[in-house]
């Protein structure tokens, strides 16, 4: 997908709301678990109850490794039924990934070739060469992890690197590697003035933002600091979304929830 | 495994190799495609073949991901394969992982619980709560990204942070981390002056050491700076062992190479 038309499903939808599919068996509806996939099952049906309110879908890979193959038979499941059905959709398989060159280059092809995910999320830490294999692909990106929303990212992403926290050393040097317009980037909501740093550095490349609802984040926040022209943001929410009942009607809650953030956001996308 | 259990492997066989299990179906011997699980094949034939030479095998993941369900049904077949036969041998799944803690926590089971690995690699740059879920687990072992061996390496973790390189501080940072006496490291070879810093930081530590042979580090100068009075060293070496014979003969020319590096592994041992 280009940006462009993700930015057109952003105006269309009035939404630029991201859906964590983040599916723990503990936490799924009781009657789900007699069928015979129960975390594509749930996926599916929140995906139909949520698509005209979020414009990207966002499965962590780790909750389907940590069901093996079946875990895995989920998930891409579940990709080809958002590719088959939902085709306008941004898809971003959040798995973190990062190597040395020709590994990366296994893992770019296993989420951007093979499974056909529009983006997949890579670490930083080990360089240009572990990054610029997951941005030799067309339309594809990459989401880069700059500044996390969990407590662990006080630990290294703000030190002071030759006088600049580390995070913006990684934005920095990022746009100097190939493809680079390819680039999305991790940004998390816990602190919004950050985003005013991170905006003076990569102000047209869209930000994935983890941390809004659950982990305190506030979305009004996020976007005074960190919209511009062309929108720029997916904001995400996974459990305040998909697990608002543990009941037959979570798709219905689910609506419900998403249906709230997508109001809010159409509210400030018609201030702008 | 017990961190003595894998010192006194490394005694008994004299050996302190980790043999790399990169598998790519380009690479591997044409006959092995005509059978059902060419991956698998592969590996049991390498693992046979070497397995009284080396202490240790790691799996990189992203060579079973990029096959799909049947390149995770191979992985899976392997480590299985591994613990039934051969449960002496450290093993390692290199997979670079690391998220935000209750994600962390479903890669960890994964792949030190479900699948049995004695060890998983993680990347840092999410700080502490991405990695402590690693060091829940009793005799198992989290290798942390400190300084990789690729290009790329010198992006971030050699820059100064505060008066020190990056990676200095990474170290620095995750001995305080709890559980952190099961915390192993990846340091690359290609500059050995590093284990002289290092082993100021993590005397006690074992270290997973890429990049000897094929990218150019020496084992004799790796053993010089990093070797500690546990020996506290695991060498890999994939594509040299691996892909030694494109034939028929590819085990048994697996082992000659094998056997040249434990040959030198023995003679430094017993200069000790």
């Known amino acids: 997908m280009t940006t462009a038309q993700l930015i057109a499903q952003i105006h269309s939808k009035k939404s630029f709301l991201c859906i964590g599919l983040d599916v723990d068996l503990n936490k799924i509806p009781k009657h789900l678990l007699d069928?015979?996939?129960?975390?594509?099952?749930?996926?599916?049906?929140?995906?139909?109850a949520t698509h005209d309110l979020a414009v990207s879908y966002k499965p962590n890979t780790a909750f389907y490794e940590a069901y093996g193959l079946t875990g895995w038979q989920s998930l891409e499941k579940t990709i080809r039924y958002l590719n088959a059905n939902y085709p306008e959709i941004f898809t971003i398989a959040d798995a973190k990934r990062g190597d040395i060159g020709n590994t990366s280059t296994m893992y770019a092809k296993a989420f951007l070739d093979d499974l056909q995910f529009d983006s997949v999320?890579?670490?930083?830490?080990?360089?240009?060469?572990?990054?610029?294999?997951?941005l030799q692909f067309e339309d594809k990106?990459?989401?880069?992890?700059a500044l996390t929303s969990n407590e662990g990212a006080f630990d290294f992403q703000t030190l002071n690197t030759d006088g600049k926290e580390l995070y913006r050393q990684?934005?920095?040097?990022?746009?100097?590697?190939?493809?680079?317009?390819?680039?999305?980037?991790?940004?998390?909501?816990?602190?919004?003035?950050?985003?005013?740093?991170?905006?003076?550095?990569?102000?047209?490349?869209?930000?994935?933002?983890p941390g809004v609802g659950a982990q305190?984040?506030?979305?009004?926040?996020v976007c005074k600091y960190g919209m511009n022209d062309n929108v720029g943001l997916l904001i995400n929410s996974s459990?305040?979304?998909?697990?608002?009942?543990p009941e037959r009607d979570f798709?219905?809650?689910?609506?419900?929830?998403?249906s709230k953030i997508q109001q809010e956001m159409s509210v400030i996308l018609s201030d702008r």
Do not use: C, Q
């Not at 980037?185 to 933002?209: C, H, M, N, Q």
């Not at 459990?239 to 009942?245: F, G, K, L, N, V």
């Not at 798709?251 to 998403?258: D, G, N, P, S």
């Open 121 to 134: 999320t890579v670490a930083p830490y080990m360089g240009k060469d572990s990054v610029e294999p997951f």
């Open 251 to 258: 798709a219905e809650k689910a609506r419900e929830e998403a």
């Open 35 to 48: 069928t015979e996939d129960p975390i594509f099952e749930f996926n599916k049906a929140i995906i139909d």
């Open 170 to 209: 990684v934005l920095e040097t990022s746009v100097t590697w190939k493809n680079s317009e390819r680039l999305m980037y991790v940004v998390g909501a816990t602190k919004a003035e950050y985003f005013t740093e991170v905006r003076k550095i990569v102000p047209d490349s869209f930000l994935l933002v």
């Open 216 to 221: 305190g984040g506030s979305l009004s926040e």
């Open 141 to 145: 990106h990459a989401i880069m992890l």
């Open 239 to 245: 459990r305040a979304i998909i697990y608002a009942s």
